[in-house]
């Protein structure tokens, strides 16, 4: 499905900081951007000149080879140039501050610094140091907004519309920038969200977010047009408040036969790296109904729709 | 050198007053209180439509000095004072290193008498370093100047220690202040814990960390038969706690802070760490508990916890700003802007929250316009609306949660005993 870019949609942000500042036109503006550098992708030569001249900072404090790697080549696709540059988490006590490695970073005269940091609301106060545009690649438990599009993309491509779709997240919700990311996303486009993790990792409130939450998988599956299985992290576990392991496969894992019980056509995304058995099985995983691998591909689409709009971006404009 | 205020509104509860007076202060004294006095003297300011109370007593401020003087020092905290018309100033033990001890006092004692605009008072620490394992030597402490105890920035866990403080505090006629916080259910936190956690993706700090520790407390002083002090309340099941226990007849008084009854978690929905606070801006819920427990006394005193900070700590991730906001400058205006035009408090209970109550638990005689005491007083203009910016502050630091906040209500000027030691520019 091919669909044209709205003409009367402006892109009026300096920043991609979250989906929660976003709006339902911002959303559908990336992507049907993201649409047409989709196809590109499948052509032989998957090289336009859009970011010509323009320069891309990666500034990761995180280990996370697929988000860079994906920026990376979604910045070359659009012929920018792109430096990666991975550094230790940054501390308070040592090293040079996030938004002095900023400033530097725009003295250099790159465009765009895409930002990954392990804490909360870190792109955020980055961008408030620079005039240059920073897009939030993740910040701790925040927001990954790019993810959250490239889901949203991926569901849309698959199902047409993204307004009155059933999406269940299933995982540490609690701990999840993508999340996060998808509830805000999928609410302003109108799908009905419901979260699905043991009891605490199920965060205070989050039903404000205009969400369900529940503890039962078997609820969180029967309705629904879409699951989006989140990567289990139990080395994060601080106070042992984590279920084991195997318990949280049996009680949560997504398996052949917890899907049998769902709707037929349920579309499995996750967004990687996955737990093999740990939060899906193999066979759903590299089943039918599975997308993993289109996300992938999908995010590379998204995130040149947003480095493009980026580029458009004149400079102070709000976040 | 003679004072004369001429038509002010004179509010002191003390001796229950409120009404169109005039004050003469003479060495340093008041010296007379009465509807018209006219008599030469040096200088006469006039009051007309102003508020004149006695000086602010604002028993929770970290002065920062000796140790972290980029922060503050007693010279630039007390200069903050005077132009929010602070007059007295218990100054916390949380320094580097800590007053822990009689040569710490003695050494404190030095830089106030040199440097300090206003009245400081001495709080000295309840454990060695504030570790909360070993019990300071309360009486050499006490033998050396200090009215107060308290760990402030932290809680003592071992309740055996504190019921001991608390004993040794009753004997020695010291008041014990408690910073309520059990970390094992606060650890890490950075913000309230509820939606606003959640939407931020940060760590939440439970009200129940708070005001599990103010039941204990409370309990260890109802059986060492002592009184206590609960410092920055800011939740509704503290307020609680504390209502019943009043009621029981323990001696138990409390102090609020006024970001906790003027802000809400919601102001950090855009990440300011000039917002991250401990105990943290809580839900409206809790705002409006505060407010209630304030018109109800449950709450007996309005205190700054002026905690300030540099840039460096405070411009950075989330995650790593230090805890506080400054107040001594903001602390009145913030009072009459949230109590007084709203409604909720008249003049008479604002000045007893900041003045005269304070006074009284400290042990004190301050707070009052009483005929012979020391001419600490506030002259404030009710109705000035003005914006908080970072240039306006005088403190060392800047860092005020109430920075672009419009407030109503001003120190137009501040006398210490019998000097005008700050006048706002004209
Ligand atoms: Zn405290
Ligand atoms: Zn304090």
Known sequence: MTRTVNKKSQWTHKDLLGLEYLSKEDIELILDTADSFREILDRPIKKVPALRGKTVVNLFYEPSTRTRVSFEIAAKRLSADVINIATETSSVKKGETLNDTGKNIEALKADIIVVRHNCSGAAAMLARHVNISVVNAGDGWHEHPTQGLLDIFTLRKKTGNIKGLNVSIVGDIAHSRVARSNIWGLTKLGANVTVCAPGMLIPPGIENMGIRATEDIGEALSNADAINVLRMQFERDEKGAFPKQMEYFKKFGITDERLEKAKKDIIVMHPGPINRGIEISSKVADGANSVILEQVTNGIAVRMAVLFWLSQAKKGLSK | ?426
Request: charged residues 25%; proline residues 3%.
């Open chain 2, 1 to 426: 050198m003679k004072i004369l205020i001429k038509n002010g509104i004179v509010i002191d509860p003390a001796n229950k007053i409120n009404s169109a007076m005039d004050i003469l202060i003479d060495q340093g004294k008041i010296s007379g209180v009465e509807k018209i006095i006219n008599i030469d003297v040096d200088t006469v300011i006039d009051a007309k439509d102003k508020i004149v109370m006695p000086g602010i007593v604002d028993m929770h401020v970290h002065l920062r000095e000796p140790g972290r003087e980029d922060k503050e020092t007693i010279a630039s905290g007390t200069k903050a004072a005077a132009k929010g018309g602070v007059t007295t100033i218990l100054a916390m033990p949380n320094t580097l290193p800590a007053i822990d001890g009689a040569e710490m006092v003695d050494e404190l004692k030095n830089i106030i008498g040199k440097t300090a605009n206003v009245n400081v008072l001495i709080a000295g620490a309840i454990t060695m370093g504030r570790l909360g394992s070993e019990l300071c030597d309360i009486a050499a402490l006490k033998n050396h100047g200090a009215i107060a105890l308290t760990d402030d920035g932290s809680s003592v866990d071992d309740a055996d220690i504190m019921l001991k403080a608390l004993a040794r505090a009753k004997k020695d006629k010291l008041v014990l202040i408690c910073h309520c916080e059990d970390k094992s259910l606060s650890e890490k936190g950075v913000v309230n814990l509820g939606v606003i956690s959640t939407r931020l993706g940060l760590r939440g700090i439970s009200n129940e960390s708070e005001y599990k520790r103010v039941e204990r407390d409370i309990g260890l002083a109802e059986k060492a038969g002592a009184s206590i002090h609960i410092a920055h309340v800011s939740c509704k099941e503290s307020v609680e706690i504390i209502a019943n226990a009043k009621k029981k007849g323990i001696k138990v008084t409390a102090e609020t802070a006024p970001h906790y009854f003027s802000l809400s978690e919601e102001g950090l929905l855009d990440y300011n760490t000039n917002m991250k606070i401990n105990p943290p801006l809580r839900s409206k819920e809790d705002v409006a508990a505060i407010k209630q427990a304030l018109r109800q006394g449950i709450i007996d005193i309005i205190a700054s916890d002026h905690a300030p900070h540099t840039e460096n700590e405070k411009d950075i991730e989330f995650d790593y700003a230090e805890y506080g906001t400054i107040g001594l400058e903001t602390e009145l205006a913030v009072s009459v802007t949230e109590l007084i035009h709203t409604g909720l408090l008249t003049w008479e209970s604002l000045v007893e929250k900041m003045c005269y109550g304070p006074a009284k638990v400290l042990g004190i005689d301050k707070g009052t316009l009483g005929i012979g005491r020391d001419a600490d007083i506030a002259i404030v203009a009710p109705e000035k609306e003005w914006e908080v910016t970072k240039e306006c502050f005088v403190s060392r630091s800047n860092n005020s949660a109430f920075l672009g906040k419009k407030l109503k209500g001003a120190v137009e000027h501040t006398i210490y005993k019998g000097n005008i030691i700050y006048s706002m520019k004209p």
